[in-house]
């Protein structure tokens, strides 16, 4: 019995100790893990401080470009217009904006020599009506010099020999001297007066546009 006795308290004992070396060792991290903690905690670099002063932003006519979405009841139409020339110029003391984007309308084309045609000769008359033209007035949110930024553009787009207030979603990156960007909005452009193509097919009576861009920057004149 005595023997008995002693053989239970070792084994219990026992127990003791290795649930106590067990609960250390999980308690207690490894000494590596604990060093490598500060390098963990390091917080990222501020991001690029707001444009200060003035800028002019100019579009590379070569890099920019507008594409165009028309949804059909049978498929979705896509075509795109070049861009003739832009400029930019934004206050970010105020948010006004000047400028202008020239786009050639005459060059619209959507893969369908028929369909282009009559877009040119019967809805858009680009002979009549050869240039649309963005003329911003106003920027809406902040523009880091350097890095990317959403913001509201707002004005007024001619079409069609009439103009209509627009507000542009654009994505734009400034790096050093050079900048790029998208600008997004909608056209309802049976509201405005052009003509609805619907002939076999249901054309949408809103065309989706986002003007792809690309250029220059330099301090404002």
Known sequence: ?????M??????????????VLLSATAAPPRRAAQATP?????????????????????DPAQSK??????TTLHTVHGTFDV???TLNFDPASGKATGEIVVNLKSGGSG??????RMHKEILETAAFPESVFRPTRVEGVVPSAGPCEIKVLGSLSLHGSGHDVVALVHAELAGQTWKGTAKFNVPYVDWGIKDPSKFLKVNHVAGVEIEMSGSLQPAR
Do not use: E
């Open 112 to 117: 369908n020599n028929s369909r282009d045609n």
């Open 66 to 71: 507008v594409h165009w979405i028309l949804p």
């Open 84 to 86: 003739a020339r832009g």
């Open 1 to 5: 019995m005595r023997i008995t006795g």
């Open 39 to 59: 390098a963990a905690t390091v917080t990222a670099a501020a991001s690029a401080p707001p444009v200060s002063s003035p800028v002019s932003l100019t579009l």
């Open 7 to 20: 053989k239970s308290l070792f084994f219990a004992a026992s127990a003791i100790l290795g649930i106590s």
